[in-house]
Structures are given as C-alpha cells and as structure tokens.
C-alpha cells in the first residue's frame, strides 16, 4: 500500500550464512531501480572489501550476498544498507536526484542530500 511512498522502511525477510557470504533478503516500501549498497561493519575492527550492491525490484524487495568475515562469532557482524536513487528516471522524480525528498527514521542527511541508512545485526 505505501510503495514508493517518501517515508521509507526496511525489514529483514531472511538470512543465510553460507561458507563464504551472507545472503540476505529484506522488504522494503522502496521504488524499484533505486540502488542499494551494504558494506560489513565490525565494532572495534577495521575492515574493508565486505561490500555488495543490488537494485530494488519491482515489489520493493532486494536481495544481497555480501563477503562473510572469517570470525568464530557473527553476533558483532553489522550489515549497513544504503540507498540512493541513482540517478535513474522514476527515482529520480519521486525522491530527487539526491534522495532530498526521503522521509523517515531511517533517513540521514549526506553531503549532497539525504540517504536512507539501515542497520542489520547478523547476531540477532
């Protein structure tokens, strides 16, 4: 009922830990082509090159598989999603070309316009 509505949500669908990725599908109120980037963060580490992208489809779900970091314990492992309107058309039109017309607990101010951030904790 709220597709592409201007205040935006997130929910975790499912996770699976494989051997060497999380894949990971969540739902979303986001409009189809709209990008989005997730990157791994570890509390007290510094890590690079944990990072996927994918586009919203259609129904407002995405899909990632993201490198999984070789750790004993996932529970510290957090998935931070962002979402642009990348410049595609539609998007665009809705949210402005720099996500100036997001809504929500999920959106940040960025240096050119607003990003939506979600935070998902693998642990929990």
């Known amino acids: 009922d ?8 997130m929910e975790k669908e499912k996770i699976e830990t494989k051997d060497g990725y ?12 709209s990008l989005v980037q997730a990157r791994i ?11 996927s992208r994918t586009y919203v489809l259609p ?24 979402v642009a309107s990348d410049m595609a058309i539609e998007t665009e039109e809705v949210y402005g070309a720099y996500g100036e017309n997001f809504e929500g607990d999920l959106v940040k101010e ?3 316009g607003k990003k939506v951030i979600y935070e998902l904790h693998i642990g929990e």
């Open 110 to 112: 960025a240096k050119r």
């Open 41 to 51: 963060e570890i509390p007290g580490y510094d890590v690079a090159g944990y990072t």
């Open 59 to 82: 129904d407002g779900t995405f899909r990632v598989q993201i490198p999984r970091p070789d750790l004993e314990n996932d529970e510290d492992v957090i998935v931070v999603f962002e």
């Open 22 to 33: 999380y894949d990971i599908h969540m739902n979303s109120n986001i409009m189809e082509l």
């Open 2 to 9: 709220d597709y592409g509505d201007l205040n935006v949500w």
